[in-house]
């Protein structure tokens, strides 16, 4: 379970490195508030997991709180920390629990393997979104699949 969710998660900050280059190709992309802000919510939510599951108190932020350029810096350097946090990880320590503080009702809350699962999922789900949007905009948005990461990974091994 370690190996997928570490590879999760590194498939994660591939796919959002090749987003921030298509999104970065043109001004008129990050000026889009609706683009923008779904790259917000990816990346403060990324963020937030990452707080909640190395038990680091969360500060709540708005969109208007970044730049672009500020916006990356967070999604790198979370993204990183995410990274470093799997790898050093113990089997054992995938069953802890945390509570998601949007699920109350979970009194129980959540083992820390679905924790990051959720994390690379729901980054996943709404770059989609943004692809989308990215499209709309005019732009052609660039393969970010999981497989795909998979499979170029691959070839660079055998190179």
């Excluded at 000026?31 to 963020?47: G, M, S």
Aim: charged content about 25%; glycine content about 4%; proline content about 4%.
């Amino acid at each position: 379970m370690k190996t997928h969710i570490t590879r999760l998660i590194e498939h994660m900050i591939w796919a959002d490195n090749i987003h921030w280059g298509m999104f970065n190709s043109d001004e008129k992309y990050l000026r889009d508030k609706q683009l923008f802000e779904k790259l917000f919510h990816i990346h403060f939510v990324q963020f937030a997991f990452l707080n909640i599951v190395t038990k680091t108190p969360l500060e709540r932020k708005r969109p208007t709180d970044f730049t672009p350029e500020s916006l990356q810096e967070l999604a790198t350097s979370t993204g990183k920390k995410l990274l470093d946090f799997v790898k050093n990880l113990e089997a054992t320590d995938l069953e802890e629990r945390f509570i998601i503080p949007w699920f109350r009702d979970a009194l129980d809350g959540f083992p820390l393997s679905d924790c990051l699962n959720q994390v690379a999922m729901h980054s996943h789900y709404h770059r989609a979104q943004n692809a989308t949007r990215f499209r709309e905009l005019g732009g052609t948005p660039q393969m970010t699949d999981f497989i795909w990461w998979a499979f170029q990974s691959k070839k660079d091994q055998q190179a």
